[in-house]
């Protein structure tokens, strides 16, 4: 199993920044992926960024040049910057790990709101 503490939620301006963190604990060697997903009300949950133990990246094209993701390898947290956001940015930000073995683990999310 693995666990996980979530921060950096919170509600901001149209065009501000925000940082959200997540530190993961338990059997975290098994790690290979981790990333963030997020939902909104009425909407299906969606990949943010991931980032690979090596270090590749994929984003949700509206939020690439916005967000940036980054992990510490020796720390077992993952990071998402998030800059210039929007009121469609709005939504409850999951992290999420996957192991090697394709197995996916999921905190209790963090709320993200913009403010028009």
């Known amino acids: 199993q693995v666990q996980f503490v979530e921060s950096g939620g919170g509600l901001v301006q149209a065009g501000g920044s925000l940082r959200l963190s997540c530190a993961a604990s338990?059997?975290?060697?098994?790690?290979?992926?981790m990333g963030w997903y997020r939902q909104a009300p009425g909407n299906q949950r969606e990949l943010v960024a991931v980032?690979?133990?090596?270090?590749?990246?994929n984003y949700l094209n509206a939020v690439k040049g916005r967000f940036s993701i980054s992990r510490d390898n020796a720390k077992n947290t993952v990071y998402l910057q998030m800059n210039s956001l929007k009121p469609e940015d709005t939504a409850l930000y999951f992290c999420s790990v996957q192991s090697f073995a394709g197995m996916n683990y999921w905190g209790q999310g963090t709320q993200v709101t913009v403010s028009s």
């Open positions: 338990g059997n975290t060697f098994r790690i290979n992926v």
């Open positions: 980032v690979s133990r090596g270090g590749s990246t």
